[in-house]
């Protein structure tokens, strides 16, 4: 079947480290990737995706590469914030409908 | 953009008691979903609708069931809540071209449904 799986958190960095949450994906067909986050007491919202193989997505720092022969779309950034404290979800979107399958989500904590 | 609603950010019912979560966009949007959030589980798909009074199963159908009888609005209900159906409740939508689109579903804030 189809599946997420991300490491586990919690994830402490302190401010200006470099970040890896890593993700890898079992997936029927060929899936859209995405990672989602959330911040304390918000919905979700859409960091960034890909929809292919090789792909790169960005968005405010952060790049996640769609790597199929390592089924792979880990997420990066080269200098975190304390402001990037949230709640990461790494999804895929694959079938009639595209559903959403989500990771279990890895918590990143900044500190000063 | 695209905002979703949630009607509500905390809740608190009673065991057997019947439950409504309401959710609204107000982008025209034809999907909209249903989500619990649990920790360390992620998001699981209840139900989700692509089309007014349409309606499909998601993953963990059992104990939920949804209505939707106008485009913005997609409603879940608990008919007789239960205590293992205390967890976090995320509504979402997604528009572009129909059911098998891959735009980016918008969610809302969540509803925290305790059951007592």
């Known amino acids: 079947g189809n599946s997420v799986t991300q490491m586990e958190g919690p994830v402490t960095l302190s401010e200006e480290a470099f970040l890896t949450i890593n993700c890898t994906y079992t997936?029927?067909?060929?899936?859209?990737l995405f990672w989602y986050v959330q911040y304390p007491g918000e919905g979700l919202q859409l960091l960034l995706k890909?929809?292919?193989?090789?792909d790169k997505g960005s968005n405010k720092g952060f790049e996640a590469t769609y790597r199929k022969e390592t089924t792979s779309f880990h997420l990066e950034k080269g200098s975190v914030q304390v402001s990037d404290s949230a709640v990461y979800f790494c999804?895929?979107?694959?079938?009639?409908?595209?559903?959403?399958?989500f990771g279990a989500g890895t918590r990143l904590a900044v500190h000063p | 953009d695209v905002k979703v609603t949630q009607s509500s950010r905390y809740l608190v019912k009673r065991t057997g008691e019947k439950v409504f979560l309401e959710c609204v966009q107000d982008?025209?949007?034809?999907?909209m979903f249903w989500y619990r959030q649990d920790p360390g589980l992620g998001l699981r798909l209840i139900y989700f609708?692509?089309?007014?009074?349409?309606?499909e199963k998601g993953d963990i159908p059992e104990g939920y069931s949804v209505s939707r009888e106008k485009k913005e609005r997609f409603s879940l209900i608990l008919e007789s809540a239960s205590t293992n159906q205390t967890s976090m409740y995320l509504c979402?939508?997604?528009?572009?071209?129909?059911?098998?689109?891959?735009?980016?579903?918008?969610f809302g804030p969540g509803t925290r449904l305790t059951v007592l």
């Open positions: 979402a939508s997604r528009g572009g071209g129909g059911a098998t689109s891959t735009d980016t579903q918008y």
């Open positions: 997936a029927t067909g060929y899936p859209s």
């Open positions: 890909a929809t292919k193989a090789d």
């Open positions: 999804a895929l979107s694959v079938g009639g409908y595209n559903k959403l399958i």
């Open positions: 982008m025209d949007h034809e999907n």
């Open positions: 609708s692509y089309d007014v009074k349409m309606k």
